[in-house]
């Protein structure tokens, strides 16, 4: 199976760092989608089973998301998510045909001059989980939708 790399931090590092921001910026568009995931169960269980204790770290409080990201090369790969997970992600955050960035920039920048000005914050997480969790909800109604036999 061909790995699909959804986003990496290196990325966007030096854009970052020509804005004057801390380097942990050029995750936090990403980390909030992966908070989401984690919190919605929507990890591979080899993902699950490799970073276990750094995980159950994450859910005691005593890791950051930008820490379980930063352990796994800040980058986020279709191997780290399950099925759902891997269609949602290719429907939704998606950079160039998903609707994830809109929804983060409308929700969370706003008049800050760009994405990576967004802090990571517990209130901008359940803002930006909030709104994904919706989109969640329709993609998955639409495909049950695509996926019921037309009764004749």
Same mark, same amino acid.
């Given at each position: 199976? !061909?790995?699909?790399?959804?986003?990496?931090?290196?990325?966007?590092?030096?854009?970052?760092?020509?804005?004057?921001?801390?380097?942990?910026?050029?995750?936090?568009?990403?980390?909030?989608?992966?908070?989401?995931? +984690?919190?919605?169960?929507?990890?591979?269980?080899?993902?699950?089973?490799?970073?276990?204790? /750094?995980? #159950? %770290?994450?859910?005691?409080?005593?890791?950051? &998301?930008?820490? +379980?990201?930063?352990?796994?090369?800040?980058?986020? &790969?279709?191997?780290?998510?399950?099925?759902?997970?891997?269609?949602?992600?290719?429907?939704?955050? /998606?950079?160039? !045909?998903?609707?994830?960035? /809109?929804?983060?920039?409308?929700?969370?920048? !706003?008049?800050?001059?760009?994405?990576?000005?967004? @802090?990571? #914050?517990? @209130?901008?997480?359940? &803002?930006?989980? *909030?709104?994904?969790?919706? *989109?969640?909800?329709?993609?998955? %109604? #639409?495909? #049950?939708?695509?996926?019921?036999? +037309? %009764?004749?």
């Amino acid at each position: 199976m !061909k790995l699909h790399v959804y986003d990496k931090a290196k990325y966007h590092c030096e854009e970052v760092e020509s804005l004057g921001l801390p380097g942990e910026h050029a995750y936090h568009h990403t980390t909030f989608f992966l908070s989401w995931l +984690i919190k919605n169960e929507l990890m591979s269980a080899s993902f699950c089973s490799d970073v276990e204790k /750094d995980l #159950t %770290e994450y859910r005691e409080g005593k890791a950051s &998301i930008n820490q +379980i990201y930063g352990w796994w090369d800040a980058c986020l &790969i279709s191997d780290m998510l399950n099925m759902q997970g891997n269609a949602f992600a290719k429907a939704y955050f /998606d950079f160039s !045909k998903g609707e994830y960035l /809109d929804d983060y920039h409308q929700y969370l920048q !706003k008049e800050l001059p760009s994405e990576f000005h967004v @802090e990571y #914050t517990l @209130e901008n997480e359940t &803002i930006i989980h *909030r709104v994904i969790s919706d *989109r969640f909800s329709a993609w998955k %109604e #639409t495909r #049950t939708k695509k996926a019921k036999p +037309i %009764e004749s």
